[in-house]
């Protein structure tokens, strides 16, 4: 299976420890963890994603707004830069800890921050980052890699 991910959870996966909007996101989002964790596959799409899931049927889910819009295009672009991959709809990546580690680096070194702007969850993922990831949900997959 492929966990699909819009372009700015690619930076979210990075940071998160089992917080979230609701219990019900929370849960979703640690099973998400777990796949990814167990080397799934991520494949980038356009809107609404995996993670988003559990908000969708939320009256006006923020998923769909421009700001995440913005953030998307952001983080597709600081992530297309560091990693040299185009990150755009389609693309396939393999969570393996080459890449984890060198997403890690680029955002605790703040090369990855320009879609964080405005974020709510931005403190806690500055905080994550910089005592170096302690508790994060997604450990590096057993592959090295982007997949293609």
Not at 59 to 73: K, Q
Not at 81 to 86: R, S
Not at 125 to 144: D, F
């Amino acid at each position: 299976m492929t966990v699909r991910l819009r372009a700015h959870h690619l930076l979210c996966i990075l940071t998160f420890v089992g917080e979230g909007y609701t219990p019900g996101f929370v849960d979703n989002y640690i099973e998400i963890a777990r796949r990814l964790s167990a080397g799934e596959d991520i494949e980038i799409v356009e809107g609404p994603d995996d993670i988003c899931a559990p908000l969708l049927d939320d009256e006006g889910p923020h998923c769909h707004g421009d700001g995440v819009l913005v953030r998307d295009r952001l983080a597709a672009e600081a992530v297309s830069e560091l990693v040299g991959v185009a990150v755009h709809p389609g693309v396939v990546f393999r969570p393996d800890a080459t890449l984890l580690d060198r997403l890690r680096s680029g955002f605790r070194a703040g090369e990855l921050r320009s879609a964080c702007r405005g974020c709510e969850w931005s403190s806690l993922c500055t905080r994550v980052a910089r005592q170096g990831y302690p508790g994060v949900r997604v450990a590096a997959g057993p592959i090295l890699g982007a997949a293609s």
